[in-house]
């Protein structure tokens, strides 16, 4: 017998009774998660602290006040997104009544990484709640004091007859799997992304990956290179780099490698001292797995700034690589850590070659003071996201869908696009009993008229065309 088995059945049998349809009650559980944020905000940013050292200010940020703007976005606009939208009738039907219904699925997973836990945790749940799901979450195991906090304290925040926290590591996980869920979302690596994926076809279940991948940071000889260098050394480094949508490599040709080196030596100083080990404002790394394979990364290149480590500490210095080449490790995987590898080309058609010879990523970045170098980066190549002369701002909009492409993942969520993704857009047509004559010309026996009849009522006409006899 499947261990969670019994908990899907229970979650479902409640889904099934319609509990969760209303809107009054998904309001209420919205507000619930809010309360969740708001009354536990120390214990959140002490338990980001014991798991990766992670400094107050980016906690608050990222795992506090970017999900508590999922959670008041979607209280403010759910009566909005629920509402059937009416669609266009033909003919045949314009005495009726055609409508998409929002749907929930039913019962959804919700699996969520060590590196944001809060944040790619409950701004999923604001989704599936706001869509009316039954929700399991599925935190990771390895930033283990934010598990505990959100398997102890999250749920007698909310009902759990509609919600249940499920911990453990892959062995529970992957038995967690093998029952039928109405939708699944993954938040990790590809590798294991994969696994999740072949899980879900067994039960044909619909599920959004959201993956990682190398994410470009294209930099333009026309360019403030301080102020280039700042916004990508914050971006590279905030959260010690483990984050998904990070820069993971900057590619420009090498007289811009010169003018933008000494600028990011200077941002790197300025932001965490002459000594980052020592800066309340850094991080560490996750765990001594990670650890290592972010270190061995530090043989690929010269290094050019940084380099330093501590196993003890878990500690890797803000490091940037120079003279790296196509073939080494660093540029044949995410760097998930603290290590910027600079990848030089002869001119901006090689970079975007480069680009698009490898798999598209989470997200793209373009640094010039030529809107029309952005632009061409923008339209040459494909990710899950972009942003022009910054890194990682583009996902403090509750207006974007944040999602991956191809390798990157598939499907989006955030705002009402989060909304959409655990909803299922039903399609009705309600019609009236009466006018039989008018459905007649669709029955039996069938004429050369009937059809005529019935091809023009249902017709969709080009417009503004018209056909010279």
Sequence with gaps: MNPYAALVDCL???WLTGKTRPMEYRRTQLEALGRFLEENETEILHALCVDMRRPPFEGQIADISLVKNEVNHALNNLSCWMKDESVDKNLATKLDCAFVRKDPYGVVLIISPFNYPFQLTVVPMVGAI???NCVIVKPSEQSSCSEKLLAEVLPTY????????VTGGPEQTTKLLENKFDYIMFT???????????AAAKHLTPLTLELGGQNPCYVDCCCNFQNAANRIVWAKFFNTGQTCIAPDYVICTIETQERLMPCLRQAIREFYGCSPRDSPDYGRMINDKHF???CALLDCGRVAIGGETDECDRYIAPTVLADVKEWEPVMQQEVFGPILPIFTVRDLDEAIQYINSKERPLAIYAFSCDSKIVNRVLDCTSS????GND?????TLVSLPFGGIGYSGFGQYHGKYGFDTFTHQRGCLSRCMGFEAINSIRYPPYSQRKLDLLVSATEVRRRGFCTLL
């Design 158 to 165: 909310l009902d759990p007859d509609t919600f249940a926290v």
């Design 391 to 395: 890194c990682i701002m583009h996902v």
């Design 292 to 294: 290592r394979r972010v």
């Design 12 to 14: 479902r049998a409640t």
């Design 188 to 198: 990790g690596s590809p590798p294991i992304g994969k696994i999740v994926m072949t």
């Design 130 to 132: 706001a869509a009316g």
């Design 384 to 387: 899950g996201g972009f942003c």
